[in-house]
């Protein structure tokens, strides 16, 4: 698993380049289909952190936090991480040394070749589908949502295994 940092500064890296930026919920929606995809085609979580059910869709808190100030905006650099005690500034990438980084880059890459041509809100609305796991986890609570909420792992791995197979 990767820190998710790396996994949506991949996104934004590849964004950038591309001319494409992308907006704070299209990145947290690229990460969860990144993830979910990954658990689904390797068994194996993308990302350190557990994914929550909020209104619009799946998201990774710690990134939503990081990336909430640019609003409906365009992301224009790298999310960087500073260790207040040592005052040393990280701007966590995947390492393409290994087999996994490899691996975990190119699933990235055709994440971002699928999914990218549509809008954070057009992601959102896939998220939303009856069947899927945020809407699996979210439909019960949805009069009362607790903000939060994980979303299974298994119903992301279930969900995207099945999708894999067809």
Known sequence: MFHSY??????????????????????????????GWHLGLYGTGLIDEQVEAWKYGPVVESIYHEVKNYGTNNIASLISRTDFETMHVDTPRIDCSNEDGMRAVSLIQRVWDLYSPFSGIKLSNMTHQP???????????????????DIPIAAIRNHFCELAKR
């Open 6 to 35: 790396a996994v949506a500064n991949e996104f934004i890296a590849i964004s950038i380049e591309k001319n494409k930026l992308v907006t704070p919920m299209k990145l947290l929606k690229l990460v969860y289909f990144a993830h």
């Open 131 to 149: 069947g899927t796991p945020w809407f699996e986890t979210w439909k019960p609570m949805e009069s009362k949502p607790i903000k939060g909420t």
